[in-house]
């Protein structure tokens, strides 16, 4: 069981990245997947969660409107495309598998990658 997660890097404030996490060893379709990230010296937090057949979609408010989570069951895959990047949006991002998701909560699974730095900075 493994997750992978790809395409963190070095963005201007206002820029864009997009975030891959491939899965391996087990198939993702019928798991809730989210995207937690945890700054320095911060605890880790949850910033977006989707449902196995993506009905339910819950967001933190902080990036309500420029964060977009998104899953291809078919490339055992669950993206993140992150717009209008700020500076506080700096972490280490993580994929996290095998959760529970309802309307307005999303409860962490078992499974985790091993993260990806995203530093927005000028």
């Known amino acids: 069981v493994r997750l992978v997660e790809s395409g963190g890097g070095l963005v201007q404030p206002g820029g864009s990245l997009r975030l891959s996490c491939a899965a391996s060893?087990?198939?993702?379709?019928?798991?809730?997947m989210s995207w937690y990230r945890q700054a320095p010296g911060k605890e880790r937090e949850l910033v977006a969660g989707?449902?196995?057949?993506?009905?339910?979609?819950n967001y933190a408010d902080s990036v309500k409107g420029r964060f977009t989570i998104s899953r291809d069951n078919a490339k055992n895959t669950v993206y993140l495309q992150m717009n209008s990047l700020k500076s506080e949006d700096t972490a280490v991002y993580y994929c996290?598998?095998?959760?529970?998701?309802?309307?307005?909560?999303?409860?962490?699974?078992?499974?985790w990658g091993q993260g990806t730095q995203v530093t927005v900075s000028s």
């Open positions: 060893g087990f198939t993702i379709s019928s798991l809730t």
């Open positions: 989707i449902h196995s057949a993506g009905g339910i979609i």
């Open positions: 996290n598998a095998g959760g529970i998701i309802t309307y307005g909560y999303t409860r962490t699974g078992n499974y």
